[in-house]
């Protein structure tokens, strides 16, 4: 039997090797196409050598608590959403409304109409008319919104002319960075705007045609430019009574004269209007709030508008004459203070300030203060007569010189001794003369100085007038233990002591008025936004001297403009008795510290018999021609005189004047 052939050799089938197994890697008898499932990356574990101990298993930690301290992270996370929100819709819900509506809402100022002024009769003096204030949104200018490079250039080269400002300012304006809103001119007219929209016309329709360098639409050069319905302050009279009247600025408040005294009462109250809005512009259909503005009070000045032209006219025209720096008239109704005119020149057109005199702003009948020379001396007569240390017959030697403390007085022009009475000294006007008689007001000159400064303060010099206008002096009058050597013998003739234009005029009306001085008054009365008219409070008044007093000083006062030894001839009023006297003081000079120059003045009043109108007059530094005020100042008393006689319907004098007597013989 033959043998078996021997079986095969088994074949090895090699067993995929374990992870973590020693021991080189086996060849697969997989296809080599076929990817292996562990990454190549991955190192290969070697079986353990023989006899070697067997590596310990390492065993991954449980997920539980990693899961629950992220579950519990979360949940504090959601927690702290939810409280937020909680504290967003509930507890500061309101805040946040609020916040809200602040952002959606804008509010605008309503100004206020200011209040008219009007002269005693009613006619304007000032008021309020139309007008716009021209504003921009710089946002529009910038070149992303306009697709202009040079937008605000180009803007303000078209705006500069109709504005009439700098096209630099114009141009820093339209640049104002972060900003929707800049005010480019306030208060312009109609006409401003109007020829503002006309040329917002012209380039829409040219930009309308046009597409922008970038593409898109172009947009027209001025479209960011607009307008809020505003007003504007106007004197329909120009310059007259400028000085009293004063101005406002540009914020539209008063900035000088009754404008500024009296700007809260003119100002009213501004209103408010809240809108929505969306992008800076308002939402037409969403609702709105609306607080209306009230209107000023119009004031009643007791100005008479044709009286106060007179005035103006006359001072005007004598200051140009005598090429001098400034002068003043004043008018006052006697029986009740009300100040009729108050002239100023040179003056100022507050319609357009830009050309006004700064030194002309002002009302410099009541803010200059100067030495009122002999028209003071109708206070030292006064005096006089009221302590019965004289009377107007009383004879008085004046010599051509006095010799009086450390000093030689003389009066205004050279003459031999003269034989005057009382009459005689104020007609004459004689510097000399009024130191001897009030040299009788004491035993001593000490005493003498107090009483005359008792009367002196009784007829309002150095204390304020009672008008309250702003800026307005109340003289220079020291006390009379400080008068020095000099002023003792100066002031009883109108030098050593200062005053303005108001305290002169006041001081004549003291004595038309029957002795008892009445504080001047400027305002009537207001009539508020009701339309119901309220009185100005009455005026303060005080008892200086004597009706009898008064009437005797008016008679002598009669003598310097009736006879004619007297100065003031030149002031004389057919049909009408006149009493008024003439003043030429040394002047101080404000800018040397000394005296240069002269200051002319007259003043008076009429009827002399039944009073009126007190007029007062006077002219700082003349040079040329006279400077006397009997010469100057005169003939414009006697012009204003008249046409506020005319005006108020006067009736002429129906009496003759008594004749006092001027001079005496000596022997007599």
Request: aromatic content about 6%; hydrophobic content about 35%; some cysteine.
């Amino acid at each position: 039997m033959p043998p078996k052939d021997p079986p095969p050799p088994r074949r090895r089938v090699p067993k995929p090797a374990r992870s973590g197994s020693g021991g080189p890697q086996r060849a697969s008898s997989r296809p080599a196409s076929r990817p292996t499932s562990r990454p190549a990356s991955r190192p290969v574990a070697r079986r353990p050598r023989s006899g070697a101990a067997a590596p310990q298993r390492i065993r991954l930690g449980s997920p539980r608590p990693r899961l629950r301290l992220v579950s519990l992270a979360l949940t504090l996370i959601m927690l702290v959403f939810v409280v937020r929100l909680l504290q967003v819709q509930a507890v500061d819900a309101g805040a946040y409304a609020a916040k809200a509506e602040k952002s959606r809402y804008l509010s605008h100022r309503i100004d206020a109409e200011r209040g008219e002024i009007t002269d005693r009769s009613g006619i304007a003096l000032a008021t309020s008319v139309d007008a716009y204030d021209i504003t921009a949104d710089p946002l529009m200018f910038t070149p992303d919104f306009s697709k202009i490079q040079d937008a605000p250039e180009k803007a303000a080269a078209l705006l500069a002319p109709i504005l009439g400002a700098e096209t630099g300012t114009l141009v820093k304006k339209l640049r104002t960075p972060k900003s929707r809103y800049t005010v480019l001119a306030r208060r312009q007219t109609p006409q401003v705007w109007n020829q503002i929209r006309d040329l917002k016309s012209v380039f829409a329709e040219k930009a309308g045609k046009e597409e922008a360098p970038g593409g898109g639409q172009a947009v027209s050069v001025l479209a960011g430019v607009f307008q809020e319905a505003s007003s504007k302050r106007v004197y329909p009279n120009g310059d007259l009574a400028a000085g009293i009247l004063g101005y406002v600025n540009a914020a539209g408040h008063g900035a000088g004269g009754v404008e500024s005294m009296l700007d809260k009462e003119l100002a009213g109250e501004d209103g408010e209007v809240t809108f929505a809005q969306s992008g800076g512009r308002r939402v037409p259909t969403a609702s709105s709030r609306e607080k209306p503005a009230v209107p000023g009070s119009d004031i009643e000045l007791t100005i008479d508008r044709d009286i106060q032209w007179a005035a103006q006219q006359a001072i005007t025209e004598q200051v140009r004459a005598s090429k001098a720096d400034r002068g003043y008239v004043m008018v006052q109704d006697t029986r009740t203070g009300e100040v009729l005119a108050m002239a100023n020149a040179p003056g100022f057109d507050p319609n357009d300030l830009s050309e006004a005199d700064t030194a002309a702003m002002g009302n410099a009948a009541l803010q200059d203060v100067y030495e009122p020379g002999s028209t003071s001396k109708v206070m030292s007569m006064a005096a006089v007569l009221e302590e019965k240390v004289a009377t107007p017959g009383t004879h008085v030697v004046v010599p051509n010189r006095l010799h009086r403390g450390d000093r030689l007085f003389k009066d205004d022009i050279d003459h031999p001794t003269w034989y005057l009475t009382l009459n005689g000294v104020l007609a004459k006007s004689s510097n000399i003369g009024s130191i001897l008689a009030t040299g009788q007001l004491g035993k001593t000159q000490a005493e003498a100085n107090k009483v005359l400064y008792s009367y002196l303060t009784k007829f309002g010099i150095g204390r304020p007038t009672g008008l309250d206008y702003p800026g307005e002096t109340r003289g220079i009058l020291a006390k009379p233990e400080d008068w020095s050597t000099s002023q003792q013998y100066t002031i009883p003739f109108g030098q050593g002591l200062s005053l303005n234009a108001m305290q002169a005029a006041s001081v004549y009306s003291t004595i038309a008025n029957g002795g008892v001085r009445i504080e001047p008054t400027l305002v009537r009365g207001t009539t508020g936004p009701d339309g119901r008219f309220t009185p100005a409070p009455a005026p303060k008044k005080t008892r200086v001297v004597s009706e009898e007093t008064a009437k005797t000083v008016a008679t002598m006062l009669e003598s310097v403009v009736g006879d004619e030894e007297g100065t003031g001839t030149k002031a004389r009023i057919p049909g009408y008795r006149v009493a008024g006297k003439t003043g030429t003081a040394n002047r101080v000079d404000p800018e040397l510290g000394r005296y240069k120059g002269y200051t002319a003045s007259f003043a008076g009043f009429a009827p002399a018999d039944k009073p009126r109108i007190t007029v007062y007059c006077a002219i700082q530094n003349p040079t040329k021609g006279s400077y006397f005020g009997g010469q100057i100042c005169g003939p414009i008393y006697k012009k204003v005189m008249e046409f506020a006689l005319k005006t108020l319907q006067v009736e002429p004098t129906g009496s003759k004047p008594a004749r006092l007597p001027v001079t005496f013989k000596p022997g007599e």
